[in-house]
């Protein structure tokens, strides 16, 4: 576990400390407008891979803060933050989920075993064909350094999936803002799949395509990202306003 800053308006959830770099951008951005801190969920290789502990390590951190913040998270990193927010809700106060699936334990990695099955090909050559699957922009990164960051994941996973079986996790929405985000274009998190989410959303929460956008369109469209992301904050807090004022005069 890696966590950043001592006070915070924002916390980023990573679950995939190898793939930091695909956020960085992002960060930095919202970093210009807002107190951020990271928090990232790291493994061994002898830990079983395991949801419900990175959870309880996260809370576990956010309880010496007695604080509620906005969290933000993307993959599996949304997804522990998901599952934060649902268990421990008085700790956060809007929730903002970046390529994250209505089932959510349905991440990149589920793609990856589903062609090492179908297709009986190898680790790397499953890894390879699964970062094409991810980046649809053009990438400066070297092809062997992209499969080494993308095995370490695999590693780090705190999901069950295995060639034998693929995890499962409850699905639904949560009782704070919400807001959605996914990539035009992302084969992991496709259209379809985006809009299973509005089963249940209630009325202040948002779903957001970033235009062309793939997986990790975060990393690729970070300034219009931000921008949306802010919207979504700025409107909470008014609708926070308005409820206090309201409240005032009763």
Known sequence: ????????????????????????????????????????????????????TAVELLHNYLETKQISIDLVGHGIGGTIALMF?????????SLTLLSVAAQP??????????????????????????IHNLFREEITYHPQK???????????????????????????????PLMICGGQVDPILSYLELYKWKEWLK?????????QGSHFFHSFYPDLVCEEI???????????????FVQSQV
């Open 1 to 52: 576990m890696s966590i950043s800053r001592d006070s915070f308006d924002v916390l980023w959830v990573s679950g995939s400390p190898s793939l930091r770099c695909f956020s960085m951008p992002l960060i930095k951005r919202l970093s210009q407008h807002l107190d951020i801190a990271g928090w990232e969920y790291f493994q061994t290789l002898d830990e079983p891979g395991c949801i419900d």
């Open 105 to 130: 334990a349905n991440t990149w990695h589920v793609n990856y075993y589903q062609q090492r099955k179908i297709y009986s090909l190898s680790r790397a050559e499953a890894l390879l064909n699964t």
């Open 146 to 176: 992209l499969i080494n960051q993308f095995n370490k994941d695999l590693d780090n996973l705190p999901l069950m999936h295995s060639l034998y079986d693929i995890e499962k996790l409850p699905m639904g929405g949560v009782s704070m």
């Open 230 to 244: 802010l919207k979504f904050w700025k409107k909470q807090q008014n609708l926070t306003l308005q409820k206090d």
């Open 85 to 93: 927010a649902r268990q421990y809700p008085e700790f956060v106060k």
């Open 203 to 211: 009325p202040e929460d948002i779903i957001w395509k970033c235009p």
